[in-house]
């Protein structure tokens, strides 16, 4: 069934609905006498539209085909060169690679626009020095200190290569008295301008003033818009050099370069301590102590027929530079060795059977394999431990080494020397050490 409103238009049942509920809203408004107050509500709160004045078209002058348009935030310097076309000027970044470059410009035209005053912001009684830390440098210090300075810079300072060659330009200027005069084609000082020209400046010199005039240079002749590359930042790599010379006096007279200078502090640092300093009285083994080896005699001083154990001293051989022959002379000694180890009261057996490929070259591995078909890793005082055991258990007549360093703690008991049998308790065996030419 089509619904329709008081205008003949079809709608739809809902919006039939809707109209009759707000007709009956109204007629009870109507009723309680509030029709005129809800028509004076509505019209309080409607917004009034405020009618705009239509905007005038502004014609634009017509331009002929090809003119040049001109902008409109020319600067009134610029609008009096506007028939006069100066050079685009290509600054290189490299100060060594600066050439001369003439301009059309007028300086006089170029507004300049006003800097504030820049401080050095370093204290004069921290950085200062005193007679007494003059008299450090005094003998020591030359016109030749540059090659010191250059070492401070790579190997202490650690700065990159080309900021080395950029300090070192500058500080080779003061140092021989040529002055340091800003040299940019835009920015750069007038002829004749130079900072401490004839002064020839040394780690001696009062470096604190030397920073607060070359920023009063800058303030006067122009500032350095290479942001400290031209005086303040080498000034302040040469103030560094100096209270690196005041802590280390030495390295001034010292023939050596500044790493191998660090070198010689490290082996200070790791000297072993005395006998007094030693609390722990533990004894210290020297790397260049003779080398021990047991040997077994079966004949003592009065000629009888005995069982005893020699400790034959041996010097101990210079290690050798190439560290694969002697890899493969350790080899070929240990090479099929019987080795014996005490694991819980229990001696285990078992056999060399080659080397452990390690990234360490100061430690070296052996591989042994034992007869209950465990393995172990050992190091060669291990290894040569465990073939005196064996060759001691078995009383076997060979020379075998040992070292009279503790053994490490492992995962598994450590070596017990067996104790001399029943049968040879009658006879007193014999220790005398002697040493080999």
């Not at 560094?240 to 802590?247: G, I, P, R, Y």
């Amino acid at each position: 069934m089509a619904f329709y409103d008081e205008e003949g238009r079809e709608i739809s049942q809902y919006e039939k609905m809707r109209l009759e509920r707000i007709a009956r809203n109204e007629a009870y408004l109507e009723k309680l006498g509030l029709g005129s107050a809800k028509k004076k509500l509505l019209e309080a709160t409607a917004r009034t539209k405020k009618k705009r004045a239509a905007a005038v078209a502004r014609c634009l002058p017509k331009r002929k085909a090809g003119e040049e348009r001109r902008s409109a935030r020319l600067s009134s310097s610029s609008r009096k060169k506007q028939n006069h076309s100066s050079p685009l000027v290509m600054l290189s970044y490299d100060d060594e690679e600066e050439e001369h470059v003439e301009q059309d410009d007028d300086p006089a035209d170029t507004p300049r626009i006003p800097s504030r005053r820049r401080s050095t912001n370093i204290h004069r009684e921290q950085w200062s020095l005193s007679e007494e830390e003059k008299s450090v440098f005094k003998g020591n210090m030359d016109e030749n200190y540059l090659g010191k300075f250059k070492e401070f810079l790579v190997y202490h300072n650690k700065i990159s290569e080309q900021n080395v060659r950029n300090v070192m330009r500058q500080v080779s200027k003061l140092a021989l008295g040529e002055g340091i005069r800003y040299e940019s084609p835009r920015y750069g000082w007038k002829e004749g301008y130079y900072f401490c020209k004839g002064q020839k400046v040394t780690p001696l010199s009062d470096l604190v003033s030397l920073k607060e005039e070359g920023q009063e240079c800058e303030d006067k002749w122009g500032r350095d818009h290479g942001n400290g590359w031209l005086i303040q930042h080498p000034l302040q790599k040469l103030l560094l050099f100096q209270q690196f010379c005041l802590n280390n006096p030495d390295f001034l007279t010292a023939r050596c370069k500044l790493r191998d200078y660090y070198a010689l502090d490290e082996e200070d640092e790791e000297e072993p301590l005395s006998n007094n300093e030693n609390t722990n009285n533990t004894p210290i083994v020297s790397s260049s102590l003779p080398a021990l080896h047991v040997v077994t005699t079966s004949e003592d001083n009065s000629g009888e027929s005995d069982d005893t154990l020699a400790l034959v001293v041996t010097p101990q051989k210079e290690a050798s530079t190439d560290s694969n022959n002697n890899n493969r002379e350790n080899q070929a000694i240990f090479e099929n060795q019987r080795i014996a180890k005490e694991f819980d009261g229990v001696t285990y057996c078992g056999t060399h059977c080659g080397t452990v490929t390690t990234y360490s070259t100061e430690r070296e591995l052996w591989w042994v394999s034992y007869d209950d078909g465990d393995s172990e890793e050992l190091d060669e005082e291990e290894l040569q431990t465990c073939i005196l055991h064996y060759q001691q258990t078995n009383n076997v007549n060979t020379v075998a080494a040992t070292t009279t360093t503790p053994q490490k703690k492992r995962s598994k008991s450590s070596i017990v020397t067996p104790s001399p049998s029943t049968t040879q308790k009658s006879k007193r065996r014999k220790l005398y050490i002697k040493k080999v030419l």
